[in-house]
Nanobody, 126 residues
Framework: QVQLVESGGGSVQAGGSLRLSCAASGFTAGSYFMAWFRQAPGKLRDGVAAIYPLGRGTTYADSVKGRFTISQDNAKNTLYLQMNSLKPTDAAMYYC???????????????????WGQGTQVTVTS
């Protein structure tokens, strides 16, 4: 049974940092396509970053490039999102998602992912 559990959210001042974690169980995270999405109130769920399986690389939304870093610890079966230089516009519920296979160009599409976590809230105060 696949399970994704996010943690690490919280409240931070603009310019600060947070690291989100997504603990995976029931599958080998390193062999799956895994991603972070976020959803602010009244808005669609947007792709933030993804990591391709088997170390093939990463990709980011333009809005977070240079500030966020997605990474994976295969020994812990855990996905991370290091968020630096946070802005009020980064405030949202952040979700971890996974799927055995996704076309690389579709990484930001929510309906491509089979499994989702429950989310962790990030608040950024100005």
């Amino acid at each position: 049974q696949v399970q994704l559990v996010e943690s690490g959210g919280g409240s931070v001042q603009a310019g600060g940092s947070l690291r989100l974690s997504c603990a995976a169980s029931g599958f080998t995270a390193g062999s799956y396509f895994m991603a972070w999405f976020r959803q602010a109130p009244g808005k669609l769920r947007d792709g933030v970053a993804a990591i391709y399986p088997l170390g093939r690389g990463t990709t980011y939304a333009d809005s977070v490039k240079g500030r966020f870093t997605i990474s994976q610890d295969n020994a812990k079966n855990t996905l991370y999102l290091q968020m630096n230089s946070l802005k009020p516009t980064d405030a949202a519920m952040y979700y971890c998602a996974a799927d055995p296979w996704i076309r690389d160009s579709n990484w930001y599409k929510t309906d491509e992912y089979r499994d989702w976590g429950q989310g962790t809230q990030v608040t950024v105060t100005s």
